[in-house]
């Protein structure tokens, strides 16, 4: 006879962690500086001893000892020491997929003893079942340790769920992303994005690269990125852009191995007209002007 008196219930998993991507814990120097990365999946930084400033996206935060953010997939993120106070710093990235996970775009929080004391757990854990170097921010790979207790990484995964579920139900004790908006910082962000988009574009110099491509490369909108990048070079992108081509042009020219027609060609113009069309609206001389210029002071 079938016994009906037991039905299987499947528990609910609002918050499941599939993967770790990276486990680390950093003793930087007072000078410390990360220049930054994106990737496809989250990550938190937590502030062991000291203080420490990040950057998301265009926006910077001071973060103290206990505080904890949440970097999420494709955000542009990095961090400095703040020249001052050497922090220790513990950052974990992880794969998951559940819905509540949302809860943890752009924010912060400071962490509470208990909350502190999953995030040891963790920590323990993580340092038994994998092998050094913890501390390289160029390493991100997890090697397994051929000693480690049974259930250690299945430990990790436990009480970093642990973790997210108690700060997701404990979300009054956050702290607001705003309340740690730093304007020196967001400032230092705001250089350090315009650093990054005159590099992209000097490394396409022989290309023909339109606006979209550069404020889409860096995941911003079209007036966020004209905005910032005049503010901090006091000219518009493309501008900017069309400059570099010709400053690079007139090296060419000096050297003289080329002729007008390659220029462009290399340089990536539809024909030599328009280049020397280019070339005087902006240096206020045609490029055979220049080179008889150039030519004369010899």
Known sequence: MKDSYF????LNEPLSIKQ???FHYFEFSKDFAFEGEKHDFWEFVYVDKGELEVFADTDGYQLKQGDMIFHKPNEFHGVWANKKIAPNVIILSFICFSKEIA???NKIFTLDAEQQELLAKIMKH??????PPFDDPRNHALTRNSEAPIGSEQLIKLYLEMLLIHLRNTGDKLVRREQRLSASIKQRSEEDLVSRMCAYMEEH???DIRLEHIYKTFHLSKSHALTIFKKNKDVSIMKYYRHLKIQLAKRMIREQRHTFTEIAEQLHYGSVHSFSRHFKSITDMSPSEYL???MAKI
């Open 292 to 294: 008889r210029t150039v």
């Open 126 to 131: 993580g340092f038994a079942a994998f092998t």
């Open 205 to 207: 110099i022989y290309e």
């Open 7 to 10: 039905t299987p219930t499947k």
């Open 20 to 22: 770790l991507v990276s």
């Open 103 to 105: 809860f943890f775009e």
